[in-house]
């Protein structure tokens, strides 16, 4: 199947770890992001990556660290996880400027 | 910075009934999309459009791009139960890397 893909769909885990979400497309696309959504639903973009090369970084904690290590994969470190990093976390790609596929997110819960 | 102003932020009717979301923009746009996101689900991208003063069709939907294409607005003709949701416009400032999200109208409609 073609599509976003990203693992894994739920994340338990202490405040205070560190944990990663992975993320791959087999669409051909060339820029993937990262975007939050709170409790409220709103959609923030974290990062984007076009050709693994990062384009856009916004206002996030540098505990959060993205990595690309093709154009199909987009990866998510966090470091010392807080209680307030506790969100859905979807990744998506796009062709250029066209609409963004979305992978079906992860659920990360800080306890 | 470019900001997607998004109203309502909810909107509840009763099935056959119709709905509007309305999107503006501080700036011109160079396009703007539409997604749909379910409830526990992933936003699904539903259209772009590019052209001022633009109209698509799909089905019950129908999508317009303001003539300054600084606002748009996705109209739902007679609701049904399947289209509960939240819906997100997505405008992209011309050289701008990344479209920015509006927060959403999530739509709920009593049976």
């Known amino acids: 199947d073609t599509a976003v893909s990203q693992t894994p769909k739920y994340l338990v885990t202490q405040m205070g770890n560190d944990k990663s979400i992975k993320c791959e497309q087999n669409?051909?696309?060339?820029?993937m992001y990262w975007y939050k959504q709170d409790s409220k639903k709103f959609l923030k973009i974290m990062f984007s990556?076009?050709?693994?090369?990062?384009?856009i970084n916004e206002t996030v904690p540098n505990r959060f660290s993205p990595k690309s290590p093709d154009k199909a994969h987009l990866n998510l470190h966090i470091n010392s996880l807080e209680l307030g990093d506790s969100a859905v976390y979807f990744c998506a790609s796009s062709p250029g400027t066209s609409g963004y596929t979305f992978g079906s997110g992860t659920r990360l819960t800080v306890v | 910075g470019q900001q997607v102003m998004q109203i309502p932020q909810y909107q509840h009717v009763q099935e056959g009934e119709d709905f509007t979301t309305y999107c503006n923009s501080s700036t011109t746009l160079s396009n703007i999309q539409w997604y749909k996101q379910r409830p526990g689900g992933h936003p699904v991208f539903l259209i772009q459009?590019?052209?001022?003063?633009e109209v698509k069709k799909q089905k019950r939907l129908t999508f317009q791009f303001g003539e300054a294409k600084k606002n748009s607005s996705l109209h739902i003709t007679a609701t049904q139960t399947t289209d509960v949701g939240t819906y997100f416009c997505?405008?992209?400032?011309?050289?701008?890397?990344?479209?920015?999200f509006g927060d959403g109208t999530t739509l709920t409609v009593k049976p």
């Open positions: 459009l590019v052209k001022s003063g």
């Open positions: 997505a405008g992209l400032r011309t050289n701008a890397g990344k479209s920015t």
């Open positions: 669409l051909g696309h060339d820029t």
């Open positions: 990556y076009n050709n693994k090369e990062l384009i």
